[in-house]
């Protein structure tokens, strides 16, 4: 209670004497002269965002669109055998995810090809800026660092693999619980990429900003 009234109670600026006081300090101890940004250059920094905006990649034509959405089924064809159980309780998700038996069947065809996938889309895509815009090139890397995370099921599945009791029904949750959030950001990936829009997946989006420039 006290927390949710504290918001209602936020401390005050100070006044504008104290303000331009201490401006006044700065200047002594730095020893230079500390202008504020002019009313014509706010302006002008304003009226540059959207075009930033644009050549960051943010308007993207169909063929950037229809690119991008294919990327996010990289890190779902990689761990769509966490879902084993899933499909197994429910049959529904078997024919919603009929279409792309061929992919998986593709996908798991060599053990190399995850790692060639990999390979690919990071060098030849997220690395290439000048043949591939900026919208593509950054959920390529959302795809990429979604699939890395899977690492860490991959490792707790490996030491630790119940066959029965309180341990295997664990084992059930975590594996579902990573089929439904891939299967949840393939589906969400794609068809905000195919609309034009930019889709910010939960854990994956700033280390991914990171690494596009």
């Known amino acids: 209670m006290a927390a949710a009234s504290g ?11 104290l303000l ?3 401006h006044q300090h700065l200047q002594q101890l730095v020893g ?10 706010q302006w002008r920094r304003f009226d540059s965002y959207p075009v930033r905006a644009t050549k960051n990649g943010d308007a993207a034509d169909p063929p950037d669109r229809l690119l991008a959405a294919v990327c996010y089924l990289y890190p ?7 879902g084993r159980f899933v499909l197994t309780q429910f049959p529904a998700f078997q024919v919603l995810l009929q279409p792309l038996v061929p992919a998986i069947r593709l996908f798991r065809s060599s053990p190399f090809t995850p790692f060639l996938l990999f390979l690919t889309l990071y060098f030849a895509v997220v690395r290439n ?5 900026r919208y593509v090139r950054f959920n390529t890397m959302q795809a990429i660092v979604l699939d890395v995370l899977l690492i860490f099921p991959d490792l707790l ?9 309180i341990g295997l029904d ?9 089929f439904l959030f891939l ?23 700033e280390a991914a900003e990171r690494q596009v420039m």
């Open 7 to 17: 918001l209602f109670f936020l401390p005050k600026p100070p006044p504008l004497h």
């Open 20 to 22: 331009h006081h201490r």
């Open 32 to 41: 230079l002269r500390l202008p504020g940004p002019s009313r014509r250059r």
């Open 76 to 82: 779902f064809l990689d761990g769509v055998h966490y």
């Open 129 to 133: 800026p000048s043949r591939f815009s």
């Open 157 to 165: 599945e490996r030491s630790f693999n119940p066959s029965e009791g």
């Open 170 to 178: 664990l084992l059930q949750s975590l594996d579902s619980t990573v």
């Open 183 to 205: 299967l949840l950001s393939l589906i969400y990936g794609s068809s905000a990429c195919l609309l034009g829009q930019v889709p910010r997946l939960p854990i994956v989006a």
